[in-house]
């Protein structure tokens, strides 16, 4: 159990690391901060931290040591060369990346001694400590447990998602492809109704009611993806009924001079997908387009 005496370090200090430190500090939390450019840490320190010389002195500090870089690479350069200093020492990464280059790092991290965890943080800056705020970790059971206390200081929907250090990136990456799949269809919405005269923020109430909606799609078509069995009831819809609706869309974006490369998009996928035979399933037979091996 933490005791709230559990020391941290943070390396890195852009904007997300400023409010990790920042956060540990409000916490009470002994705070160690290191950054290329230590005139970044002017604010942390006035506030009580610690300011390292080294990343070898900021790892010395803490026991918990906590990484947020630009890249991976970076993060090699900064604490690679470290070696031995680090045995003993629990790393959590904080750095955006790639499901490869984090179970690489979590290779790199056992061979030196150090427990790792790597972690995806989906929230801005202003938003490090919310209770709303989510950040993922994976990694050993054991090791998040033991600092969880510590790290649910930074936003009360912490989670962890099991053994595979890859697992935080793949989350990341997929839930920000379903923010900009959902704003680039909003924009493109308010394009086609402001045509009419319609404001953006009268065409809101509309577009969260259907979000709402959509909600209950995902939620059976990811239980007939589980089902493996490749079957898709079209408990809603048909593709090809879909495909008829898209239609419309693409002509009205073409009539009203809106760009039509997001419905054109969406026309090529279902058509291709309904050429398989999967014209009287629902929307979720479109995955198996998704699927498909890179050519």
Known sequence: MDDNRTSVSVLGLGLMGQALAATFLKAGRATTVWNRSA????????D??????TPADAVAASDLVVVCLSTYDVVHEVIGPL???????????????????????????R????????????????????ETSVLFYAGDEA?????????????????????????PALFDVSLLGLMWGALNSFLH???????????AREFVPWAHMWLDAIKIFTAD???????????????????ETHLGALRHLLEESEALGVDTALPEYSRKLMEGVIAQGHA???YASVITAYRRPAR
């Open 39 to 46: 005139d970044k840490a002017d604010r942390l320190v006035a």
């Open 48 to 53: 009580g931290a610690v300011l390292a010389g």
């Open 83 to 109: 070696g031995d200093a680090l045995h003993g020492k629990t790393v959590v990464n904080l750095t955006s990346g790639s499901s490869e280059q984090a179970r690489d790092t979590a290779e790199w991290a």
């Open 111 to 130: 061979k030196n001694g150090a427990a790792y965890l790597d972690g995806a943080i989906m929230a801005t800056p202003p938003g490090i400590g919310a």
């Open 143 to 167: 090791v998040f447990d033991a600092h969880e206390p510590v790290l649910r200081l930074l936003g009360g929907g912490t989670t962890y998602l099991g053994t595979d250090h890859g697992k």
């Open 189 to 199: 919405g308010v394009a086609i109704v402001e045509t009419g005269g319609v404001k």
């Open 221 to 239: 078509y990811a239980a007939q993806i589980d089902a493996g069995d490749g079957e898709f009831p079209a408990n809603d819809a048909r593709l």
């Open 280 to 282: 009287r399933n629902s």
